[in-house]
Nanobody
Framework: QVQLVESGGGLVQAGDSLRLSCAAS????????MGWFRQAPGKAREFVAA????????YYADSVKGRFTISRDNAKNTVSLQMNSLKPEDTAVYYC???????????????????WGQGTQVTVSS
């Protein structure tokens, strides 16, 4: 079991940066691939980024590639999302989640994730 708590959201202007953090509790955090997702009003929750348990492999949605960076610190049980050059279309509630489907190597697929946090709001004004 893993409990997740996101923080770091806020209201920023286009072009600004934000750093989201996800604090995890549970002894097995370091064994999970961790992901960030987001959900804008009226839209489905979508994949943003993921990082393997070792931190050696990362995955990004095309819409954030080159602007967002995911990282993790297994010693501190945290996973972070550095978001640069923010755009109004990045406005959403951001969630972190643990990938729990050991039979799937598709880290872009939301169906493989469980143990969701409560989310943190990111609003980017133009």
């Amino acid at each position: 079991q893993v409990q997740l708590v996101e923080s770091g959201g806020g209201l920023v202007q286009a072009g600004d940066s934000l750093r989201l953090s996800c604090a995890a509790s549970g002894r097995t955090f370091s064994t999970y691939t961790m992901g960030w997702f987001r959900q804008a009003p009226g839209k489905a929750r979508e994949f943003v980024a993921a990082i393997r348990w070792s931190g050696g492999r990362t995955y990004y949605a095309d819409s954030v590639k080159g602007r967002f960076t995911i990282s993790r610190d297994n010693a501190k049980n945290t996973v972070s999302l550095q978001m640069n050059s923010l755009k109004p279309e990045d406005t959403a509630v951001y969630y972190c989640a643990a990938h729990i489907d050991s039979h799937s190597g598709n880290y872009y697929d939301i169906r493989g994730y469980g143990y969701w946090g409560q989310g943190t709001q990111v609003t980017v004004s133009s």
